[in-house]
């Protein structure tokens, strides 16, 4: 089994862990940046429509194209990059760390450094969180995983679709099934007004004729091996009003029902965690409670802006530096 040691080992080759590792270099250490993914990039190699980077590069990227600025600028570096490799589990080695990495082409690997950056972003609340009563049949997807079926893997999940969720990803995705294809019944939202950028309602929904159903919820699902319906409920004095029931024949309902920080490794190292963002709990260095921890990125809270979870990132860099 190999060992590799480093100044610094950054969890994760997302937007967050990239503009960490970059930092890092810039500062004079080295740095290796570890993925579970056989490419760096994280959630922007699936978000192929613009709205990236208007802050930090003053012009209106792809997700793609934003990770391919971060990959150009780590090839003019030293930052070793791990890919195909997951992360399972961060030791205390008498102050310094060890991870244990499970690698696609060298088997188990252990890699040392002086300081950790965590940055291995968020996950996506499915149906389980959120307790929908019904049959449990096929169908029943996350809208970022459908996102990742269709933009990366080509697949079509389904053909007539009711999103639940009216945030960003949820809108996206109403555009993105109607592009290719499929029927966007309706986006049903709990709250009376849309949680997604007044942009993605207009670009999304309005101009595609996608009906929003505010102050609704669904409150069923049927279907035996495939879904086949949905109950939408609307909500009176913020109680459902089951006299205005309706049911949407549908063969895929999409779920954007809020992000939560990655935390299980964050856990299985010890820190403590933040119970208001679900994310570690760090101070003003963005360290956590293990000296020599940091974190950034929406494994720390989730951000709407990559621009932002970069500008972080790099601040979390910094500080590791500082800390050696
Ligand atoms: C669908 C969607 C649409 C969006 N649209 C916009 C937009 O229009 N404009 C905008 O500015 N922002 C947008 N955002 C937000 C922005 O893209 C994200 O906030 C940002 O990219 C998150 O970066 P990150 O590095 O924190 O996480 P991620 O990109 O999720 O990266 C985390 C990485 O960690 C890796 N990882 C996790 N655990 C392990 C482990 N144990 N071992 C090894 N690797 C691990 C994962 O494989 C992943 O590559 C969008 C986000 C989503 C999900």
């Known amino acids: 089994m190999k060992t590799l040691a480093f100044d610094s080992a950054v969890i994760g080759g997302g937007a967050a862990g990239m503009a ?18 056989a490419c760096l990039g994280g959630i922007l190699n699936q978000c192929i429509h613009p709205g990236f ?22 090839t003019e570096t030293k930052v070793k990059a791990l890919t195909g490799t997951t992360v399972t589990d961060i030791r205390d080695l008498a102050g ?8 696609a082409a060298e088997g188990v690997v252990f890699v040392r450094a002086r300081t950790v950056v965590l940055a291995m972003g968020c996950r996506e609340r499915n149906r389980g969180n ?73 670009q999304c929904l309005n101009d595609y004729d ?49 992000l939560i920080p990655e935390n299980e490794l964050t856990k299985k190292a010890g820190a403590v965690l933040d119970s208001g963002t679900g994310g570690p709990l760090v101070d003003s260095r963005l360290m956590t409670t293990i000296p020599g921890i940091f974190a950034c990125g929406n494994v720390l809270h989730v951000h709407d802006l990559v621009d932002y979870a970069s500008d972080e990132a790099g601040r979390a860099g910094t500080a590791a530096a500082r800390y050696m």
Not at 53 to 66: Q, S, V, W
Not at 97 to 102: G, H, I, N
């Open 96 to 103: 310094e760390k060890e991870l244990v990495c499970y690698s």
């Open 210 to 258: 996608i009906p929003l159903y505010l102050s609704h919820l669904i409150t069923g699902i049927s279907g035996k091996n495939r879904i086949e319906s949905v109950t939408v409920t609307p909500l009176k004095e913020g109680l459902p009003d089951e006299s205005g029931s309706f049911v949407l024949p549908c063969d895929t309902l999409l779920l954007s029902v809020g």
């Open 130 to 202: 959120i307790r929908i009563s019904g049959t449990r049949p096929a169908g029943v997807f996350t809208a970022g995983f459908a996102q990742r079926l269709v933009n990366i893997e080509g697949l079509v999940p389904g053909r007539n679709v009711v999103i639940l969720g009216s945030g960003d990803i949820g809108l996206i995705m109403a555009r993105r099934m109607h592009w290719i294809g499929c029927r966007v019944l309706a986006v049903i939202e709990i709250q009376p007004y849309p949680s997604g950028l007044t942009r993605n309602i207009v």
């Open 20 to 37: 960490a590792a970059l930092k890092l270099s810039e500062e004079g250490f080295s740095a290796v940046l570890i993925d579970r993914e």
């Open 53 to 74: 980077g208007m802050h930090r590069f003053g012009e209106d990227l792809t997700g793609p194209e934003y990770a391919g600025r971060d990959i150009g600028m780590l």
